[in-house]
């Protein structure tokens, strides 16, 4: 009886630890993700700012054409 009580605890403490395991590793791949989220909204940040700049430009462009 006290090997199974034994095989028991043991498997239990395997299964925590292989929890607590999964819980870091998925928090540190979220972590990445949100990183890359963030470049990317940087990147759209400066390409919807560089495609207004080009707006403005070629708004001043058919503007003076049409004088």
């Known amino acids: ?20 395991t999964a819980l870091v590793l998925s928090y540190r791949l979220f972590g990445s993700l949100e990183r890359r989220i963030e470049l990317i909204e940087q990147d759209l940040k400066q390409f919807f700012r560089t495609l207004a700049d ?14």
């Open 1 to 20: 009886m006290t090997d199974t009580v034994l095989i028991a605890l043991i498997s239990s403490g395997g299964s925590v630890l292989v929890g607590i």
């Open 54 to 67: 080009q707006d403005k430009r070629l708004s001043i462009l058919e503007h003076k054409k049409g004088e």
